[in-house]
């Protein structure tokens, strides 16, 4: 089945530095890469998706980036801010019928100001 | 619109016990997901349900059990609830008919088992 890994699991950055956070999948067939963040004690949220058939997107100061052929994606945050604290899980999700979405175990980014 | 609710927000259970912990979603959702989170090990799918009367394993599905109930409802049952167990579990759905856009999660049931 599907394997997702994230690295780092932890990220330091000082306010209004780049943080970068990357994925990889095993299951070619996968074609759709949200991620999410999650606030502590909070639930998860969608920030930014992206398609199989597209190789990079951005929202504002958030950027992803996939390259199918390695099966590895990114997730890259620009000008960083103390409120982009939070942990950050990459997915990657197989149209299965009930498309099944397996999560990475997560980033826990630390941004000081 | 309520989105996805689960209850209850707090469980303590016994070693052995049995639970059922509900879901539902008022958005018309087809898809439905159980997941747990554990410290460092990010969410993992215990089960999915694509539609009404459907329902299918994902990563971690042993000591758990599913019913998809009607359209809203998408309940996760443990049988003989064990200390690994002790977890937050979420409930999601996702829209109907899309590969992509969001999965909206459920606030989570903060579960300890002694």
């Known amino acids: 089945g599907e394997n997702v890994e994230q690295h780092p699991s932890t990220l330091s950055v000082q306010e209004g530095d780049s943080a970068v956070i990357k994925c990889t999948y095993s299951d070619s067939a996968s074609n759709y890469f949200p991620w999410y963040k999650q606030e502590l004690g909070k639930r998860p949220q969608l920030i930014i998706d992206i398609r199989s058939n597209v190789g990079e997107k951005k929202d504002q100061r958030i950027a992803v980036t996939l390259n199918k052929t390695a099966k590895h994606f990114s997730l890259h945050i620009t000008e960083t801010q103390p409120e982009d604290s939070a942990v950050y899980f990459c997915?990657?999700?197989?149209?299965?019928?009930?498309?099944?979405?397996?999560f990475g175990a997560g980033t826990r980014l630390f941004v000081k100001a | 619109n309520a989105g996805v609710t689960q209850t209850p927000k707090f469980q303590v259970l016994k070693t052995g016990q049995s639970m059922t912990l509900q879901c539902a979603q008022d958005m018309n959702h087809n898809s439905m997901y159980w997941y747990r989170q554990d410290p460092g090990m990010g969410l993992r799918l215990i089960y999915y349900?694509?539609?009404?009367?459907?329902?299918d394993k994902g990563e971690v599905p042993n000591g758990y059990n599913v019913s998809r109930l009607n359209k809203r409802e998408f309940s996760l049952r443990l049988e003989s609830a064990a200390p690994s167990q002790t977890s937050v579990y979420f409930c999601?759905?996702?829209?109907?008919?899309?590969?992509?856009?969001?999965?909206?999660f459920g606030p989570g049931t903060r579960l300890t088992v002694l």
């Open positions: 997915a990657a999700t197989l149209n299965t019928g009930g498309f099944k979405t397996i």
């Open positions: 349900s694509a539609s009404e009367g459907t329902t």
């Open positions: 999601a759905s996702r829209p109907e008919g899309t590969l992509t856009g969001e999965q909206f």
